[in-house]
């Protein structure tokens, strides 16, 4: 099972974990509804719900409240699609990456245990 990332040393064990599966713009409908029955079938998920542009859009608004100019330089459309995805245990976090990340429509899985990390190796 390939690690999110060979190094991350982290323990973790059977806590619960919040993982964000972001889609690519291009995707189909027939993809996202095949992915999200995948997740919500797959045994490590314990929940999967579905974040359109707009309700992004709007946290995003919520999140950067306070930096009016960089909320003004955003439009909905640019925020992408996702599935936020809670797993049962965080252990389980590489074995959804390595079952998850190259399904059609899948532009990246962030979260879990480890933060993700650029390849200049600053967090992302």
């Given amino acids: 099972m390939p690690s999110a990332d060979a190094n991350c040393e982290r323990q973790w064990g059977?806590?619960?974990?919040?993982?964000?599966?972001?889609?690519?713009?291009?995707?189909?409908d027939q993809q996202r509804v095949g992915l999200r029955d995948a997740l919500r079938s797959d045994p490590l998920v314990r929940s999967v719900t579905f974040q359109s542009r707009d309700e992004a859009y709007a946290r995003f608004k919520e999140?950067?409240?306070?930096s009016p100019d960089l909320v003004d330089a955003v439009e909905p459309e640019q925020m992408p699609e996702s599935f936020q995805v809670a797993l049962t245990r965080a252990k389980d976090y590489s074995e959804l990456v390595a079952n998850f990340h190259d399904r059609d429509g899948v532009?990246?899985?962030?979260?879990?245990p480890c933060p993700?990390?650029?390849?200049?190796?600053?967090g992302e």
């Fill in 116 to 122: 993700a990390r650029s390849d200049s190796g600053e």
């Fill in 63 to 66: 999140m950067y409240r306070n």
């Fill in 107 to 112: 532009d990246q899985i962030l979260g879990g």
């Fill in 14 to 28: 059977d806590e619960p974990v919040d993982v964000r599966v972001f889609l690519r713009r291009e995707i189909t």
